[in-house]
C-alpha cells in the first residue's frame, strides 16, 4: 500500500473545526437557559403590580366611603352648626371672663356625659342609623361575617369596621364615621327586628380605639 504523505496539519484542521462547532452549539443552548429550568427570557413575577394593584383598590375605596359619607350627610346641610365646628348642648358650653378668648384646639371631655357631637354630626349620625337599623333589621341570624358583608353592602369599608364580634345571639360592631374634623361614631347591635344603632364619640385625633369611646350625653 502506497502511503499518504499528507502533512499532519491538515488531519488535524478538520478536528478543530469540529470542536468549535460543537462548542457554540453548546453556547447556544446554554443562551436558553437561565439554570433554573426555564427560558433566561422569563423572569421572576413582578411582586410590585400585585402591590400597586392593592394599593389603587384601597383609594378607590377610599374615594367612594368619602363621597358616601357626603352624600348621608347632604340633608344637614342646612342644619345649625353644619360645618362641624365645636359642640352644642348646656353640657357643651363655656363661661368665659372678660378679655378671654375660647380655646382654638379640640376640647377632651372630662367625663363620657360631657363629650358632645357637632350639630352636622347629630344629623348624619341619624341618617346613618336609618339606613344601617334597615339592613340590620333584615339578616336572620346575624353573625360578624353576615353583619361585615351587609356593612360593605350600604358602602362601608373594612377601616372603618371595629370590635365586629359576636354575643350571644346579637352581633356587636362600631364604625368610624369621623369626617370633616367630626367625632361621629356608631355604636350598632346586629339583632333581627330588634337591631340597633346608637351614636357614640370617637377620639379628636388619632386611630379608633374601642375602649376609649364615649356616649354623646343624650
Do not use: W
Request: proline share 8%; with cysteine.
Amino acid at each position: 500500500m502506497t502511503p499518504i504523505a499528507a502533512p499532519i496539519s491538515a488531519f488535524a484542521r478538520p478536528r478543530r473545526v469540529l470542536a468549535a462547532v460543537a462548542l457554540a452549539a453548546l453556547a447556544l443552548t446554554g443562551c436558553g437557559n437561565d439554570g433554573s429550568g426555564g427560558s433566561g427570557s422569563r423572569g421572576k413575577p413582578d411582586g410590585g403590580a400585585g402591590t400597586e394593584a392593592s394599593a389603587t383598590r384601597s383609594t378607590r375605596e377610599q374615594a367612594a366611603f368619602a363621597a358616601l359619607l357626603d352624600e348621608v350627610a347632604q340633608p344637614c346641610a342646612t342644619a345649625a352648626g353644619a360645618t362641624g365646628e365645636g359642640p352644642t348642648g348646656s353640657a357643651g358650653k363655656q363661661t368665659l371672663g372678660p378679655g378671654e378668648s375660647p380655646p382654638t384646639g379640640p376640647i377632651e371631655p372630662g367625663a363620657p356625659t360631657e363629650a358632645q357631637l357637632s350639630d352636622r354630626d347629630r344629623c348624619a349620625g341619624v341618617q346613618h342609623e336609618q339606613r344601617i337599623i334597615r339592613a340590620l333589621q333584615a339578616v336572620p341570624e346575624p353573625t360578624p361575617a353576615k353583619i361585615r358583608r351587609t356593612l360593605h353592602s350600604l358602602g362601608y369599608i373594612d377601616e372603618r369596621i371595629h370590635g365586629l364580634e359576636q354575643d350571644g345571639k346579637v352581633t356587636r360592631f362600631y364604625l368610624d364615621l369621623r369626617d370633616k374634623g367630626g367625632r361621629l361614631c356608631e355604636a350598632g347591635t346586629a339583632a333581627g327586628q330588634q337591631s340597633d344603632v346608637t351614636p357614640c364619640v370617637a377620639p379628636a385625633t388619632g386611630a379608633f380605639t374601642v375602649g376609649k369611646l364615649s356616649s354623646d350625653g343624650t
